[in-house]
């Protein structure tokens, strides 16, 4: 057991005690969460895309993090890596809002919230519900923000890419890849607040608000998350920019397994390791500001309720 990191005591609030918080204070937070964790490591996930794509052009084509981002700030200007950046914005709050809404009251539904027990498989279990339904929100928002990514994209506003998509290639478009979405991101989620709960209790074993340790926890939460559904990130970006391919057989795959046999027949195993080292990059520092964050907004959107009733 590493040497405690010592909580925060703010207006002698006992953070764990008051469970999830308010539907709205949730709503809030997750947000506030949301957004943070999207748009600050934004240009890492726009090179991931580019490192996904299979088959690209020869000026397409990288060999590492820092070989993409110099390349593509030398050849196509550094704004390029925030393309698409407002569908991210926008979609990212609401999805978010409703994720952790759904997470803390599953989570207290379960039983999660009881007394200063370890709970990771009731965290799991709520981290999968509440992906399930904040990806049905997130999904369309997603498929236009890897649109704009893509090497040679034309695309002059996230409304111009929506409409041209779903003139040229329909709604189904938006969510093709939602089945693969999920078969990611409930694994990811699933891990990762099982990890972050395990984590917390670790490095913070009086569960107060902590921000060293919830930055801690949920960094390391994402990174593990993150390595293990990769292969399943491979192929949703397959799927969510098959549009764009020059490859007919890419542009005509019809789902999940399609795109797994694309990907395995032309590259083995090791296709679907493609970004590895910029998803973690992403990940890592994402989750711990996700985790940040709504912990943060989280604890004065509760201590500011608490104030009022005890004023009132």
């Known amino acids: 057991m590493p040497e405690h990191i010592p909580a925060v005591e703010l207006d002698e609030i006992d953070y764990e005690s008051l469970g999830g918080g308010s539907l709205v204070s949730n709503l809030l937070a997750g947000a506030f969460a949301g957004i943070m964790e999207h748009t600050v490591m934004y240009p890492i996930d726009a090179i991931k895309t580019r490192m996904q794509i299979m088959n690209p052009s020869p000026s397409a084509m990288y060999n590492g993090i820092a070989h993409a981002a110099g390349k593509i700030s030398a050849t196509e200007g550094v704004r390029s890596l925030w393309r698409g950046i407002a569908s991210v914005?926008?979609?990212?709050?609401?999805?978010?809002?409703?994720?952790?809404?759904?997470?803390?009251?599953?989570?207290?539904?379960l039983g999660g919230n009881i007394g200063n027990e370890h709970h990771p498989f009731v965290a799991g279990?709520?981290?999968?519900?509440?992906?399930?339904?904040?990806?049905?929100?997130?999904?369309?928002?997603?498929?236009?923000k890897q649109r704009m990514q893509v090497h040679g994209s034309t695309y002059k506003s996230i409304g111009d890419c929506a409409k041209t998509v779903y003139r040229l290639e329909g709604l189904k478009a938006f969510y093709i890849s939602y089945p693969t979405t999920l078969a990611m991101t409930i694994p990811f989620t699933a891990i990762q607040f099982a990890a972050y709960d395990s984590?917390?209790?670790f490095?913070?074993?009086?569960?107060?608000?902590?921000?060293m340790s919830h930055c801690l926890s949920g960094g390391l939460a994402g990174a593990v998350a993150a390595?293990?559904?990769?292969p399943l990130d491979v192929i949703k970006t397959l799927l969510q920019t098959r549009g764009t391919a020059r490859d007919e057989r890419i542009r005509n795959c019809k789902g999940l397994f399609d795109a797994a046999k694309i990907i395995h027949e032309r590259e083995g195993?090791?296709?679907?390791?493609?970004?590895?080292?910029?998803?973690?990059?992403?990940?890592?520092?994402?989750?711990?500001?996700?985790?940040?964050a709504y912990e943060m907004a989280k604890f004065y959107l509760i201590r500011n309720s608490a104030e009022s009733s005890r004023a009132s």
């Open 89 to 109: 914005a926008v979609g990212a709050g609401p999805a978010h809002a409703i994720y952790f809404a759904t997470y803390e009251s599953v989570k207290h539904n």
């Open 125 to 144: 279990f709520a981290g999968a519900c509440a992906t399930t339904a904040s990806d049905a929100l997130m999904n369309p928002f997603d498929v236009v």
């Open 199 to 201: 984590l917390s209790k």
């Open 203 to 211: 490095f913070n074993p009086r569960r107060g608000y902590d921000p």
């Open 227 to 230: 390595s293990v559904t990769t």
């Open 269 to 292: 195993m090791r296709g679907f390791m493609r970004g590895l080292q910029p998803r973690i990059v992403t990940t890592m520092p994402s989750t711990a500001i996700c985790w940040t």
